[in-house]
C-alpha cells in the first residue's frame, strides 16, 4: 500500500512539473514582431519632424552659395536613398565616425526595409515652420523640461543659389537616422567645401554649445527639442530644415495586437511600454499621442508596479540590446531602426 502511495504522489510530483514548465511556455513570449509606428500614429504619412539641420548666421549673411550648395544636398538625400544600396550608403558614412566608434549602421544592418523606415525627407524651414512650431508646442504640453517654442528668428526662410565657395565648413550630425541624410552630400561633395563627421546622440549637443564660435559645428543636425531649447532664440543659428520624420516603431511581445489610431486605448491599457529614449522626442512624442487621445499612463519608477488596467505604463529602456527580449517584463518595446530589424529577426524563429 505504502509503495502504491509513494507512487502515485512521484507521478503527482512529475505531472506538477509538467504542467508547470507547460504553462511557464505558453505565458513566457519568446519572439518578437513589428506592431506599430510612432510616425503613423503621430501624424500619419507626414510622421513628425525628428530632427533639423542649423547653421551659423555670420555663414547664413557672408556664405550663401555654401549655403545654397549644402542644401542642394540635402534636398536630394530621400531621392538618393530611395534607390541607395545599404552597404554603399554604410561605406560613405564609415570613416566620418570617430575613430574606435561603432557605427549604429553597417553593411549587413542596413537593408533597403531600414533604410525606408528612417524617413529621411528633407523639408526647408519656410514650408515646415507651422509644422515644427506645433510639434513643440505639444512637447511642452506633455514636459516643458526638455524643449520650448522657437522664435520666428530661428527659422530661415532664404533661398540661396548653390555656388562656388573657397571657404571650408564643418557638418556634424549625431549617428542614427540623421547620418544617413548626409550619404548623398558626402557623395556628391567635391573638393574641400564641407567636412563631415559623425557623432554619438549624447555628443551632438556639445558641437553647438563651446565656448567660442571656432569651436562650435558651423552645419549641424540636432534633435528638434534639443534645438529649439539650445538655439531657438536664432542669435546664433537658424534652423535650415527638418531631415528626419520619424523612425520609431513598436514591437510587440508574442501575440501582441498591432496598435492603430483606433485600436490603441483598447490594446494598451493595463499593458507596459519599454521605450527608449523616453526624456527625449520618442518618450515625449509618445507621450503626445496617449494625451491627445485621453490615455492615462504613468512612468514606471524602481518602486511602483503596473497595477491599474486602466493606464498604460511606460517603462525606461536605457540598454536596448540586453533590455529589449520577449521575456523582458514588456508587453510592447518603442525603439528605433536599425534595433527594431535587428530584434525582430534576432526573435523571429526562436
Given at each position: 500500500m505504502k509503495k502504491i502511495i509513494r507512487y502515485a504522489t512521484a507521478c503527482a510530483a512529475v505531472l506538477s512539473s509538467a504542467l508547470f514548465v507547460s504553462c511557464n511556455s505558453v505565458n513566457t513570449p519568446t519572439t518578437l514582431a513589428f506592431a506599430g509606428d510612432l510616425q503613423t500614429l503621430y501624424g500619419g504619412d507626414g510622421g513628425y519632424?525628428?530632427?533639423?539641420?542649423?547653421?551659423?548666421?555670420?555663414?547664413?549673411?557672408?556664405?550663401?552659395?555654401?549655403?545654397?550648395?549644402?542644401?542642394?544636398?540635402?534636398?536630394?538625400?530621400?531621392?538618393?536613398?530611395?534607390?541607395?544600396?545599404?552597404?554603399?550608403?554604410?561605406?560613405?558614412?564609415q570613416d566620418k565616425y570617430p575613430s574606435g566608434f561603432k557605427p549604429s549602421f553597417n553593411a549587413n544592418n542596413l537593408t533597403r526595409e531600414v533604410i525606408r523606415n528612417c524617413s529621411v525627407r528633407f523639408t526647408k524651414s519656410a514650408d515646415c515652420k507651422d509644422t515644427v512650431n506645433a510639434f513643440l508646442a505639444k512637447l511642452v504640453s506633455v514636459d516643458p523640461e526638455f524643449t520650448k517654442i522657437a522664435e520666428d528668428s530661428f527659422y530661415y526662410t532664404g533661398t540661396p543659389a548653390a555656388a562656388d565657395s573657397s571657404n571650408s565648413y564643418t557638418v556634424y550630425a549625431p549617428d542614427g537616422a540623421p547620418a544617413l541624410s548626409l550619404a548623398n552630400a558626402i557623395q556628391n561633395s567635391t573638393g574641400n567645401l564641407f567636412e563631415y563627421h559623425i557623432v554619438a546622440g549624447t555628443a551632438i549637443a556639445a558641437q553647438?554649445?563651446?565656448?567660442?564660435?571656432?569651436?562650435?559645428?558651423?552645419?549641424?543636425?540636432l534633435p528638434v527639442n534639443a534645438a529649439a531649447k539650445l538655439l531657438g532664440n536664432g542669435q546664433r543659428y537658424q534652423m535650415l530644415g527638418t531631415v528626419t520624420n520619424g523612425n520609431m516603431y513598436f514591437l510587440g511581445a508574442g501575440e501582441q495586437a498591432s496598435l492603430?489610431?483606433?485600436?490603441?486605448?483598447?490594446?494598451?491599457?493595463?499593458?507596459?511600454?519599454?521605450?527608449?529614449?523616453?526624456?527625449?522626442?520618442?518618450?515625449?512624442?509618445?507621450?503626445?499621442?496617449?494625451?491627445?487621445?485621453?490615455?492615462?499612463?504613468?512612468?514606471?519608477?524602481?518602486?511602483?508596479?503596473?497595477?491599474?488596467?486602466?493606464?498604460?505604463?511606460?517603462?525606461a529602456i536605457a540598454n536596448p540590446a540586453s533590455e529589449i527580449t520577449p521575456a523582458g517584463g514588456c508587453d510592447y518595446y518603442l525603439c528605433a531602426e536599425p534595433v527594431a530589424s535587428a530584434k525582430v529577426s534576432a526573435f523571429r524563429n526562436k
Open positions: 519632424p525628428q530632427a533639423v539641420l542649423v547653421a551659423k548666421n555670420s555663414i547664413l549673411e557672408e556664405d550663401e552659395g555654401a549655403v545654397g550648395t549644402l542644401l542642394s544636398y540635402f534636398e536630394g538625400s530621400k531621392d538618393y536613398l530611395d534607390s541607395a544600396d545599404g552597404a554603399v550608403v554604410a561605406n560613405l558614412l553647438v554649445t563651446g565656448q567660442n564660435e571656432e569651436s562650435n559645428a558651423d552645419f549641424c543636425i492603430t489610431s483606433e485600436n490603441l486605448a483598447s490594446a494598451l491599457k493595463g499593458k507596459t511600454v519599454g521605450v527608449v529614449q523616453l526624456a527625449n522626442v520618442p518618450g515625449l512624442t509618445f507621450r503626445c499621442v496617449l494625451k491627445e487621445k485621453n490615455i492615462p499612463y504613468e512612468i514606471l519608477g524602481n518602486g511602483n508596479k503596473a497595477e491599474d488596467p486602466e493606464k498604460v505604463y511606460l517603462k
